[in-house]
């Protein structure tokens, strides 16, 4: 720590930090543009100057940026003093010349940062009256508005989006006063993380397009704390509601998730939400003799006293759970059939991927790390995991890992890291050690030290080499080519030679034999004291948790059915067509005489079951997700949905309560129902602590989900009601739906969102941080669930798969993952389907060779008597003897890997 004095008074700092980064930790106001806690700083827009003085006798002093000037022992300053007020107004005032002050009519408005500094340096008056400087706007694609009149040249965008995301199609162009953000032609931006420039830009130049369709300024939105269901990392989100409608996602800071970033799956992927398809009465399905099938709607308590009878009448329920619902509602679903008629929703071979990823890391001596940890790796290997498109945040923060290791040039030369531009120009081009060992090419080739492109069982081989090149008594396979030795060797001297080694692998692949091999190569790292660390992704927003609950594979589901062992089957939040084979799901409703499916968004399953009840989506309901590295967190309710829509959880427990097997109290709340949940399954201890539990009060206050300047209370019912309605009550919560509530320091879990007297913009963060990028005053929201085991390292795996062997007539299905299109749920979002790719077939050269196909030819692919028909898409990237298809693309058969499929060029007719 050091003392420096701001204005007279004493401080004690944190070291290594600027006197911006200083300030704002202390909670002192001082206006900034193109600093950014993510991004460092760049000295550009001279916005925060402060006065600095040699000692306390020093009565001149001189003017400094106090982003560029380190936060030194007894260093002094002022903040408050007139020359540097009257320079951070000039400032404002020179950029805002060209600003056309349209805040009325800007999607900004409200949330400005620029609106916040600007009454903060004192700025009131424009002495400009000349013609200003204009640009024409570009269309970037279906998420981001850009108006380019409001830039004030911060270049912030410039540098998150190439320096930061690593995005090529973005740039400045021109000089001087007449510089332009854009692309160099109108177009949608390739980025996957290009919708965080509308939280970068401290202005209205880039907006929310989904948002614009529906708009509604900040201070009219209604929020909670939630997590994003479009992947298994957990990022932490805050989505925003007015009348009944989800209108946008920001992102809520979590140090140790997401930090301050999302990618555009999670930002933009919501709007399945507001589907006039979705499911939001009863629905009951009868067919009489004549097989004429019947669709009405039903009545709640109706269908509660008929599915009761039901399973009062002897008959025999499952319940098929969901890696996509709540720890909850998989719960409450085998308390209603019983442990042994619950199955996971998962197939046999997904749920054995997910359980041995978490037995793994459950005995293994190896810490999964956070997302913010994965960061700050100095070497890192992927396994068989195209990251980009399974878990795109894991794959922002790699390219913040591989600065790491060269930023030893800038530390050497006296740089400190917040410099950024002097460190970049220290590195420049260098890059630490990155190995990626997957199927097909990915984005993160492009960084990455070395790539290798092969079938999974010789990626998992290569795995299982490169344990044996770090400790001899590892097993490895037999036949290991010169090639694949080498890069072993390669590989595990960057990672011997790392202070933070860590190693990537996932279920992507499908394939056991990667994830232990990956396991292998860490617990080798272990025995040679390395702190080597293990980081599995997970497939869905609560596979781990889902796993951590356990229970039998859908296979087994299946097979139940069809031997006549259960006569009504509860499918809560799944999809079943696109977990099996399409023949063997139709068995299933063949075989059932009652199906019964919970959920939210219409599927082929829905349209097959007898009874569908109306599911909350997240921002409906309160539940709690476990990401990849085994956090529990807790997802809160934005708003109270209209008619029967209800958490999946209260559904089952509303037939529990009907059926007798528990009465009215029992799980009345969350809190409750968790507490079950912790009783019964060991595994799960702790889930509660996530959040506070509902009867948490601050002062004896709830917490507001309103702001305070929340408005339209009566008048948007007034069609309804002109006297303003009761508020509703919540109680899962602490917190309340309105706008009066306790708004000072809480809890970091129960943040709805981040604002403070003259911070309106998402620059209001630093107000509620320990310190500036550090974690939430009180602790980051989430409770780890699984630890490492104390102890040496369990016995390695054994030997490594047979080398891939390429058939002559039939190609390995391989799973090709996409950001867009492979995630169910994110794939009903309007804006999001503008980029899903069209289906195809991808093919080596000589695999289209042998075919005597070419790209944009029709191959038919054919497997167990079902067959598909795709355009061919030749990758030079891929394997021979492979074929790529479309996660979330193709029909459920060709993904259930590994497996053969028949390849067939169809002729042109």
Known sequence: MATIYIDDKPYEVKDGQNLLQACLSLGLNLSYFCWHPALGSVGACRQCAVKQFKDENDKQGRLVMSCMTPASANIRISIGDAEAKEFRQDVIEHLMTNHPHDCPVCDEGGECHLQDMTVMSGHHDREYRFKKRTHINQDLGPFINHEMNRCIQCYRCVRYYRDYAG?????????????????????????????????????GVFTDKTQKKHYTRRWDLQVAPSICVHCGLGCNTTPGERYGQLRRIRNRYNGEVNGYFLCDRGRYGYEFVNSAQRVKQVVYRRRDDAGVETVEKAVKGDVLRYLARLLADGATAIGIGSPRASVETNFALRALVGPENYFTGMTALETRLVSSMIEILKTGPARTPSLDEIGDADAVLVLGEDVTNVAPMMALRLRQSVRNEPMAVAHKIGIPDWND????????????PLFIATPAATKLDEIATSTYNAAPDNLARLGYAVANAIDPEAPTGDRVSAE????????????????????????????????????????????TEHAAALSFTAPECNSVGAALLGGRSLDEAIQTVRDGRADVVIIAENDLYRRAKRADVDALFEHAKHVVVIDHSPTATTAKAEVTLPAAAFPEGDGTFVNNEGRAQRFI???VP??????SWRWLRALRVATGKADVAEWATLDLALASVEEAVPALSGVRNCAPPP?????????????????????????????EPKIQEDPDSPLTFSMEGYRGELPASLLPSFWAPGWNSAQALTRFQEEIGGPLRGGDPGVRLIEPAAGSAPAYFGDAPKVFAVRKNDRLAVSLYHIFGSEELSALSPPLAERIPALYAALSPSDAEALEVANGDTVELRLNGAAWRAPVSVRPDLPRGTVGVPAGLAAAEFLSAPAWISVEKVSAT
Not at 701 to 713: D, E, I, M, T
Request: hydrophobic share 40%; proline share 3%; net charge positive.
């Open 167 to 203: 995005g090529r199609d973005f740039n400045v162009f021109a000089s001087h006063d007449n510089v332009y953000f854009g692309r160099h032609e109108p177009g949608t931006l390739e980025s996957e993380f290009s919708g965080n420039l509308v939280e970068v830009c401290p202005t």
């Open 421 to 432: 531009a002097a460190v970049r120009g220290a590195v420049q081009t260098k890059k630490g």
């Open 484 to 527: 694949v030795r080498q890069l072993a060797e390669t590989i595990a001297t960057a990672l011997k030679g790392a202070k933070k080694p860590l190693v990537i692998a996932g279920a992507s692949c499908a394939n056991e034999c990667i994830i232990q091999a990956a396991a292998n190569i860490v617990w080798a790292l272990c025995k």
């Open 637 to 639: 309710q934005v708003y």
């Open 642 to 647: 209209e008619g029967d829509v209800q958490e």
């Open 695 to 723: 009867a948490f009060r601050a002062l004896g206050q709830k917490v507001p989900r309103q702001a305070h300047r929340y408005s339209g209370r009566t008048a948007m019912r007034a069609n309804i009601n002109v006297s």
